[in-house]
């Protein structure tokens, strides 16, 4: 059983940073892609970063390109989204999810989800 858990989630001032991790386990990943969207309350679930689990190949969403960075630990099975100059709009519940998919950017290619966690920038 799939299982992702994300922490590092927080509150934080404009222009700060804060990584996210996402610990998985439940199967190797192997030719899995794995990704990040975030939610705010009353928007669409939005495609931030996406990286193939064994090669490495990453995709960015326009909106956040220069300044989030995602990343994998193979040996820790983990997942990363290092986020700095942080704004008020990315106040937002983010979420780790795992596809079969080749570097998918749409939410419904991934089959597997994180439990969220909450960032919120104060300006």
């Known amino acids: 059983q799939v299982q992702l858990v994300e922490s590092g989630g927080g509150l934080v001032q404009a222009g700060e940073s804060l990584r996210l991790s996402c610990a998985a386990a439940?199967?190797?990943?192997?030719?899995?892609?794995m990704g990040w969207f975030r939610q705010a309350p009353g928007k669409e679930r939005e495609f931030l970063a996406a990286?193939?689990?064994?090669?490495?190949?990453?995709a960015y969403a326009d909106s956040v390109k220069g300044r989030f960075t995602i990343s994998r630990d193979i040996a820790k099975n983990t997942l990363y989204l290092q986020m700095n100059t942080l704004k008020p709009e990315d106040t937002a519940v983010y979420y780790c999810?795992?596809?079969?998919?080749?570097?998918?950017?749409?939410?419904?290619?991934?089959?597997?989800w994180g439990q969220g966690t909450q960032v919120t920038v104060s300006s």
């Open positions: 999810a795992a596809s079969v998919y080749i570097l998918t950017v749409a939410s419904g290619n991934y089959a597997y």
């Open positions: 439940g199967r190797t990943f192997s030719g899995f892609t």
């Open positions: 990286v193939t689990w064994t090669g490495g190949r990453i």
